[in-house]
């Protein structure tokens, strides 16, 4: 805690920009690749590379943002927390954070040390969780994106701008329904 | 044709019919629209390729019933007796396992009820009469029956005549009565 402190001194004295964003060298597959079908099961997997600490903001959180044409979403494997700080990551339908951000789904960090902080690793944090696509008729929206949150927006951390990061978008598709290719009528 | 070639004749005969089969169960026959069927049919069955996730909705107008295999791939109509063409007699619309419909499949009916004209009764010597059966176009058969015409001196007797059309029959009924027994004459 400390020394998060000094370097958020030595920061301030820096020329470092405040609009830098934090997370670099994200990473993503998707499982099998698309179109997707009704019914299909999809898995996703990311990676954010690298989350550099803006202002000594930490990484505290990962939102997965799915269109309405998915269904079921199943964690698979949380991130990691290489050289990070006590604590773990929880996955997590929704949270309001003390910020009043409203969150969720996804990872969220619990700091076991100080609460309401995010991890002091910098990375990679690979993740992995599953989709379906739901039933339906009609071409519904099959976006999967992912936004990653850092502490000084959920409260834990205000000494300083907070990471303008943009969402990380890793398909805008839409389903593909079933054909329904009916034979003509015969008559015996 | 030695005893060889006549054994690859065969052979290729075999395979031939073989494929005839089996072109026959996978493709089947398509009905030609319309259809034709005869008036107050019972049973007549009409089907679509199967698709075993699949439900089929049908709908039978033009004074036909359905009987049986309503949400199936297969039904049976019985059908009325008022002659005509019906558009869209018989409707199939096939829903996936999602419950999404695909494009309706329609097929005209034409009822056909065919009736003969009454002749007769004969007498023995009287002159070959016209057959004429409505609609026109049938084909006339029976004993006595020479193209559209009957000759009573086939002889005595009732006959039963046929008239065909697209698979559909009527009958009617001749009589042919025997001429009076006149004794020699005689001279008081």
Same mark, same amino acid.
């Given at each position: 805690?400390?020394a998060?402190?000094?370097?958020m001194?030595l ?26 079908s ?7 997997n990311?990676?954010?590379? %690298? ?13 997965i ?15 990691g ?12 339908l929704?949270? %309001?954070f ?17 609460t309401?902080?995010?991890t ?10 599953n $989709? ?20 000084c ?11 303008t990061?943009? $969402? ?5 598709g ?7 290719g ?7 | 044709?030695?005893y060889k ?9 075999f ?31 009409y089907?679509?390729?199967? &698709?075993?996730?699949?439900t089929?909705?049908w ?30 007699a018989v ?6 396992a999602?419950?999404?419909p ?7 009916v ?6 003969g004209?009454?002749?007769?009764p004969?007498?023995?010597g ?18 006595g029956?020479a193209?559209n015409?009957f ?10 005549? &046929?008239?065909t ?15 009076p ?8």
């Open positions: 805690m400390i998060r402190k000094i370097l001194v920061l301030i004295c820096s020329s470092f920009i405040a609009t830098s964003q934090c997370i670099s060298n994200q990473t993503s597959t998707l499982t099998p690749p698309p179109p997707y009704p019914g299909q099961v999809v898995t996703v990311y990676t954010l590379g %690298t989350f550099t600490q803006l202002n000594l903001n930490w990484i505290i959180a990962f939102q943002n799915l269109g309405a044409g998915w269904t079921n979403l199943q964690p698979v494997i949380s991130p927390n290489p050289g990070g700080s006590a604590g773990f990551w929880m996955w997590d929704q949270n %309001t003390p910020s009043g951000l409203n969150w969720g789904p996804g990872w969220r960090f619990i700091n076991t040390g100080t309401n902080w995010g002091g690793s910098t990375g990679p944090f690979t993740m992995r969780y $989709i379906t696509v739901a039933p339906t008729c009609t071409p519904d929206n099959l976006s999967i994106s992912m936004n990653v949150i850092g502490d927006l959920t409260g834990g951390w205000n000494n300083g701008a907070c990471c990061d943009p $969402i990380l978008i890793l398909y805008n839409t389903v593909l329904p079933d054909s329904i009916t034979s003509l009528i015969n008559h015996f | 044709m030695n070639e006549s054994k690859q004749a065969l052979l290729a005969l395979i031939l019919m073989l494929l005839m089969i089996v072109t026959t169960l996978s493709f089947g026959q398509t009905t030609i629209n319309p259809d034709t069927v005869c008036a107050n049919a019972i049973g007549e069955q089907f679509v390729t199967n &698709t075993p996730t699949s089929y909705n709908t039978v107008t033009g004074g036909g019933t359905l009987q049986t295999g309503q949400t199936t791939n297969s039904i049976t109509v019985d059908w009325g007796g008022v002659m005509g063409l019906w558009i869209n409707e199939v619309i096939e829903s996936n999602a419950g999404c695909g494009a309706p499949i329609l097929l005209d034409f009822v056909l009820d065919l009736s004209n009454a002749i007769g004969f007498c023995p009287d002159p070959t009469a016209g057959l004429a059966g409505t609609p026109i176009g049938g084909t006339w058969s029976g004993t029956v193209g015409n000759d009573p001196s086939v002889g005595i007797g009732t006959y039963m005549l &046929t008239y059309m697209a698979g559909c029959t009527t009958t009617i009924n001749v009589v042919v009565n025997g001429g027994v006149t004794g020699p004459i005689q001279h008081f």
